[in-house]
């Protein structure tokens, strides 16, 4: 079992930054991927990053590239995502997932664990 809590969320104008934090409890953090997800009301959960298990390799949504930056520290069981140039359309809970799949997989479905979410607004 693996709990994750999220810290970090709240409201920022559009063009700032925020650093969204993913703390791990549990079963040993290192051997998991690690990805971060969001959702907008009505609308899909949708990927926005991920991590491999010792950070070696890093994957981002389109729609986030060059302007959010995925992290881990394994040593504080602790993933991060860096926020930068936000735009209100960024606007949304903000959750960490857990998986076992190498490489990590852009699809909720194959993540095991969840945090509870972090809201991130974005006012224009």
């Known amino acids: 079992q693996v709990q994750l809590v999220e810290s970090g969320g709240g409201l920022v104008q559009a063009g700032g930054s925020l650093r969204l934090s993913c703390a791990g409890f549990g079963r040993t953090f290192s051997a998991f991927g690690m990805g971060w997800f969001r959702q907008a009301p009505w609308e899909e959960r949708e990927f926005v990053a991920a991590t491999s298990r010792n950070a070696g390799t890093t994957y981002y949504a389109d729609s986030v590239k060059g302007r959010f930056t995925i992290s881990r520290d394994n040593a504080k069981n602790t993933v991060y995502l860096q926020m930068n140039s936000l735009k209100p359309e960024d606007t949304a809970v903000y959750y960490c997932?857990?998986?076992?799949?190498?490489?990590?997989?852009?699809?909720?479905?194959?993540?095991?664990?969840w945090g509870q979410g972090t809201q991130v607004t974005v006012s224009s």
């Open positions: 997932a857990a998986t076992r799949d190498y490489p990590p997989s852009i699809a909720p479905l194959l993540y095991e664990y």
